[in-house]
């Protein structure tokens, strides 16, 4: 199966920082990749899919590049209420397997 | 609009079964396939496998084949998720999720269901 795997596990930046996140596959995915936004208490929320289109209504602060193995999230500008755990998520074919997250908190 | 609505908490002895529930609404049943997720307290989402709503044909995650089954119900456009041989390491949340069409990721998620397992 491939595995995913994202870094940092987690990160501390402050209010209008560029914060970047990455996750690589073990195997090439063409860009069926998906990023998630999960705060704390509630139910994730898909941001991304196909490694860089924006979800309808995400900021556009948020964005993803990449392809095949190699992945990034980056948050422009980072806002008070972007503290969350990120998860990025294959889903070329099963197993739809997850990264094991991205804890993001503010200075 | 889409909704996902899921059976609520539950608490289980080790050893037991637990079927969760999952009615979709504001879309057409047979046309998404539904996914189970779940989540331990404090610990990342993890894949458990997938539902065809219109065929029934299920994938499972390898570490649940031959303890979980997925099933559905067209004409109340409910799916089901059965755990069985439950331990204190099946404590989570458990969320159905849509896929949405046109293989696109999981848009929709369910309010999660916990379940603990403890003697």
């Known amino acids: 199966d491939i595995q995913m795997t994202q870094s940092p596990p987690s990160l501390s930046a402050s209010v209008g920082d560029r914060v970047t996140i990455t996750c690589r596959a073990s195997?090439?995915?063409?860009?069926?990749l998906a990023w998630y936004q999960q705060k704390p208490g509630k139910v994730p929320k898909l941001l991304i899919y196909?490694?860089?289109t924006l979800q309808s209504g995400v900021p556009s602060r948020f964005s993803g590049s990449g392809s095949g193995t190699d992945f990034t999230l980056t948050i422009s500008g980072l806002q008070p209420e972007d503290v969350s755990t990120y998860y990025c998520?294959?889903?070329?074919?099963?197993?739809?397997?997850f990264g094991q997250g991205t804890r993001l908190e503010i200075k | 609009q889409v909704q996902l609505v899921q059976s609520g908490a539950e608490v289980k002895r080790p050893g037991a079964s637990v079927k969760i529930s999952c009615k979709a609404s504001g879309y057409t049943f047979s046309r998404s396939y539904v996914h189970w997720v779940r989540q331990a307290p404090g610990q990342g989402l993890e894949w458990m496998g997938i539902?065809?709503?219109?065929?029934?044909?299920?994938i499972y995650a390898q570490n649940y084949q031959g303890r979980v089954t997925m099933t559905r119900d067209t004409s109340t456009s409910t799916v089901y998720m059965e755990l069985g041989s439950l331990t204190s390491e099946d404590t989570a949340l458990y969320y159905c999720v849509r896929e949405g069409e046109g293989q696109m990721p999981f848009d929709f998620w369910g309010q999660g269901t916990l379940i603990t397992v403890s003697s």
């Open positions: 998520q294959k889903y070329n074919r099963a197993p739809y397997t």
């Open positions: 196909s490694a860089s």
């Open positions: 539902i065809n709503p219109g065929g029934g044909t299920t």
């Open positions: 195997q090439g995915i063409g860009n069926h």
